[in-house]
């Protein structure tokens, strides 16, 4: 494990801003000390009876946690310890808060509260957004209309300009952020299939490298989505060699996730070598079940390069069913000029024959999710319905809606797909695969979707719900392919450590107060594909730095997040 271990914690507290480390007593520091901790001071906060999962993969014990400040005071049995605020556990786990890894919008936190609670509702007390776009850099073209909070009208061009303006409006969770080199590309050259100048490459890497010294976690690539497709090697090593230098990471939801599964882990690998910057590979999966196999192959390929001294990583949702805006099956060649230049030409039919018959053929260099499907659109499921007008479409398959309207399934489709953002589950994966992964010790969980408010909402992909309890339902308690101990450790110090946030991710002295209190026989998600607006059950208590933001299992309303940077970045 990159990480720090609870025993160098006090020398990594001193690297770490806003770090306030408790005075070293055999209380603090061993947790199996009886001896009542210091009564100098009342704590803020003091967790009893507490089956402590302290997210490095080591078994539980049982100790009490006292927090001051939001960070973790002491730990061990601690009684007559004195706390404005008391916790029983009454024997349940304590695990620091989930971190996830794919969390997409951050924005819908201050313009939309109550879409935190289907993150809450999950134990994850910190969301890492950016994939192909992300929240910085911006300017005109990419920002086009300014981010609407009450009556303010928003613009920023910056992380540290936006940060600002998260930080003002205050978070109910903590976000981090990557720089995404799709977001960069439009920037500077916008949605056209070409590769930029040397004048460009160069006003690119120095939008990667404000972002980093702002305080983001590294540079995300999205390599199957215009206009991130159209991103060279060659392009994608010089902003990685900028993130390199600031300690960053590269995260990519790689080129293919099929037939050419092999060459796209192949070309990740290229990257962190060529630019020295380790990689993470965004939900390893093969779609497509001729292609299902290939995930093996994957595993060898990535173990192989972690063998030879290259830091590799991934991460899974637990889900057969990926989720992608249905534009997605058309051939990203189409979108050469642009979304807004192509979408209008959906309505002739000459247009239409041609992306049929691409479709109905197999790829080449692209992914072809209609064909993943084996070609049924009744496996496409639509989840969110964008702007077309009937929104009962949501939970419905393409094929459902055309039965229902008796049209042909084709032009419902390329009616659907010219209105945009309707976004759709195509059926593409299998439980084997999702297992295999699992099993890996480099494997880490995330969400793959915005925050969601029901209210607001008529459908979703399940995992906006779900994610995090379906692992610790499906995979460890009910299939035992994990241990409780492993998947607490997939979804917290593994992430901290990949992304450099060193005081989260564990429960040690000094740490964040990032916890989470669950019963592991209780904790479930409710979320499935048919009724997907459902909130997770079981998380009791959820602590972010200090703060209840679920209390008794009841939503709070409290405003306790704060934007993670990743430490050092900043001035280089």
Known sequence: MRGLLPTLLAAACLAVAGCKQ?????????????????????????I????????????????????????????????????????????????????????????IYI????????????????????????????????????????????????????????????????????????????????????????????????????????????????????????ASTDELVALAKVVARHGGIYSTHMRNESDKLLEAIDESIEIGERAGVPVHIYHLKAAGQENWPLVAKAVERIAAARARGLEVTAD??????????????????????GAEAFLPTLSDPAVRQKIRVELENPAVGWENWYRHTGKRWDKILITGSGRWPDKDIAGKSVQQVADEAKRDVWDVFFDLSAVGGVEVAPETMDEAQKQLALRQPWVMVETDTPPINPATTKSTHPRAFGAFPRVLAKYVREENILTLE???????SMQANLLGLHDRGLVAVGMAADLVVF???????????????????????????????IDEARITNALPGQVLRRPGNQGK
């Open 486 to 492: 492993d998947a607490i450790r997939r979804m917290t």
């Open 22 to 46: 408790e005075a070293a007593t055999p209380a603090a520091a061993d947790p199996q000390s009886s001896a009542p901790a210091a009564t100098a001071a009342a704590y803020d906060t003091l």
């Open 111 to 230: 313009t939309d509260r109550v879409a935190a609670e289907s993150r809450l509702r999950q134990g994850i007390t910190t969301h890492v957004s950016g994939e192909g776009s992300s929240h910085a850099p911006q300017n005109a073209r990419t920002q086009p209309q300014p981010l609407q909070v009450g009556d303010e009208a928003l613009r920023w061009e910056t992380y540290a300009q936006y940060f600002d303006i998260l930080q003002r409006h205050k978070l109910p969770i903590n976000v981090a952020f990557n720089v995404g080199a799709a977001q960069v590309r439009q920037v500077v050259i916008g949605d056209e299939d070409r590769p930029p100048t040397a004048d460009e490459l160069k006003q690119m890497e120095a939008l990667v490298d404000q972002a980093m010294r702002d305080g983001a976690t590294g540079l995300s690539t999205a390599l199957i989505y215009p206009p991130g497709i159209y």
């Open 519 to 549: 019963d592991p026989q209780k904790i479930q998600d409710k979320a499935t594909f048919e009724n997907p607006l459902q909130y997770a059950e079981g998380v009791d208590f959820l602590l972010i730095n200090g703060t209840l933001a």
């Open 316 to 337: 899974i949702y637990p889900y057969i069913r990926n989720g992608l805006d249905l534009v997605s099956l058309i051939p990203p060649h189409h979108f050469a000029k």
């Open 48 to 107: 009893t009876g507490a089956r402590i999962i302290d997210g490095s993969g080591n078994p539980w014990y049982r100790g009490d946690i006292a927090i001051r400040d939001g960070r973790i005071a002491a730990i061990g049995k601690l009684q007559g310890a004195e706390a404005k605020h008391v916790i029983d556990a009454a024997d349940r786990v304590v695990a620091p808060g989930f971190i996830d890894l794919m969390g997409q919008d951050t924005a």
